[in-house]
């Protein structure tokens, strides 16, 4: 049956328009041919809220109720939460031995989360490492492919590397090299002109948000600033408006045909920002519907289940793990 995916999301929050654009819409169709793991990966989020535990706790179901409501279907997708797999830490600590500083130290993405969280120069050890623990994560899982937001590409590169080094240092083939999968829209900018929404950021539309913080958020966004009357000739490139019109609306004709007017004067903020408010209440208003349809206990059924069985697929490949590094001890030998 197809091939082994998997995918998670950092309980640092709830799941935003970015998730949905650059990774939830692919997951929903994969799983009709994939075995496919969503982790939800609170160990990770950890790594920069340690001390904030009960937001971490509390994002966890909250991505449980995203997932059911964008129609992942726990009958076909195994959800689980990453903290209980213990395998996925055992592997981690063997995957530190085959990863240098200086390596970590260059990955791209982390860079800039380090910029972006202010920590200075108190770097805590355990972010620093996170991209061998998610390298783990996607090991343990043998998972072939990856449907990710484009700010993953270098975490599956360096996933890949680890990978790489263990089968030739243990010469073995247990491990499996996988590759990224990137949506039409890779990387969703922030309402406010950001590189990048993000639930850290607090600059996205989320998809549990009410209607009319919705609406708020579309007549926050960030436009073209030399667009002062409608009248005036406007620029879509690095507008925020466009861009979600371009990821979201149904219709492209319309799309460019809005841009063609707006660049030509004659259409005014107030209306685009209209036609994009419909079109992302017409997409969240049935999701927003199943979520709050949603039952408590079918979430922690839902969340059991894919725990066991998420820990059988942990176990298996341990055993191959240990065996090639010769530290499976048995009192037989
Ligand atoms: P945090 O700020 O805590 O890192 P996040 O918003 O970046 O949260 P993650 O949980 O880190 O979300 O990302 C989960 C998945 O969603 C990843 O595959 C990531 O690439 C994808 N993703 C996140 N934000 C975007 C975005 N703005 N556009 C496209 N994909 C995104
Ligand atoms: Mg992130």
């Known amino acids: 049956m197809g091939k082994i995916i998997l995918t998670a999301d950092r309980p640092s929050g709830r799941l935003h328009l970015g998730h949905y654009i650059g990774s939830l819409l692919n997951r929903v169709d994969l799983q009709n041919q994939h075995k496919q793991y969503v982790m939800i990966a609170d160990v990770q989020a950890l790594t920069d809220n340690f001390d904030t535990p009960d937001k971490i706790r ?20 195994t959800i689980f939460i990453q903290s209980q797999i213990p395998e996925i830490a055992e592997l981690t600590i063997y995957f530190l031995n085959l990863v240098n500083l200086g390596r970590l130290e260059r990955n791209p993405t982390v860079k800039a989360e380090i910029r972006q969280k202010n920590f200075g120069d108190v770097i805590p050890v355990g972010f620093l490492c996170y991209p061998i623990s998610q390298s783990a994560d996607i090991a343990t899982f043998q998972a072939e492919l990856i449907p990710v ?48 929404a993000s639930k ?15 609406k708020e958020k579309v007549f926050s966004m960030f436009t073209d600033p030399d667009h002062i009357r409608a009248s005036d000739p406007g620029k879509v490139e690095g507008n925020v408006v466009f861009t979600y019109l ?31 408010n419909d079109v992302l209440q017409n997409l969240l208003t049935p999701i927003h519907e199943k979520r709050f349809s949603l039952k408590r206990d079918h979430i922690f059924d839902v969340l059991r289940t894919g725990i066991n069985e998420a820990k059988l697929a942990a176990a298996r490949t341990m055993v191959q793990v240990r065996t090639a590094m010769g530290v499976n001890y048995s009192d037989k030998e």
Request: aromatic share 8%.
């Open 200 to 214: 850290s950021l607090g600059n996205a539309i989320f998809l549990s948000d009410e209607p009319n913080v919705i």
């Open 149 to 196: 937001g484009e700010d993953q590409i270098p975490m599956i590169e360096q996933a890949n590397e680890i990978v790489r080094r263990f089968n030739g240092i243990y010469n073995t083939d247990c491990l499996k090299e996988s590759k990224p999968l990137l949506s039409k829209t890779p990387r969703l900018v922030g309402i406010d002109g950001q590189a990048k």
């Open 246 to 276: 371009d990821a979201f609306h149904p219709d492209k004709g319309e799309v460019e045909d809005l841009k063609a007017k707006y660049r030509r004067g004659g259409l005014g903020d107030t209306v685009v920002k209209g036609i994009l």
């Open 58 to 77: 509390s994002s966890v179901y909250e991505l449980a109720y995203d997932y059911l409501a964008v129609g992942i279907d726990p009958k076909k997708t």
